[in-house]
């Protein structure tokens, strides 16, 4: 199966999204956390964080607590979620 926007198949988005998902729980972990304490600290379900942190759903809240944790942004962890607009610098 074929994803438009540059001819990758399914498979190589799943295992980049596996991929940067074991990343940040490596990087939480180094700073004493996990997502499932994040997500106890949000109030929201353990599947949403990892679903988020997956790629497979988009949460600003999310995104934004698990970035603070990492002393990042979110658009630093995930920056082909937040694409730059034509006239913006980075």
Known sequence: MTVSGGGLHFTQISIRNV???EAVK???R????SLAEISRTLGVGQSATSAVSLGDRRSRRIEAAIAEV????????WPERYKVKRGDRA
Request: avoid cysteine.
């Open 19 to 21: 991929q940067k998902h």
């Open 26 to 28: 490596f990087r939480l």
């Open 30 to 33: 180094r700073a004493g956390t």
């Open 70 to 77: 990492l002393k990042t942004t979110p658009e630093a962890l």
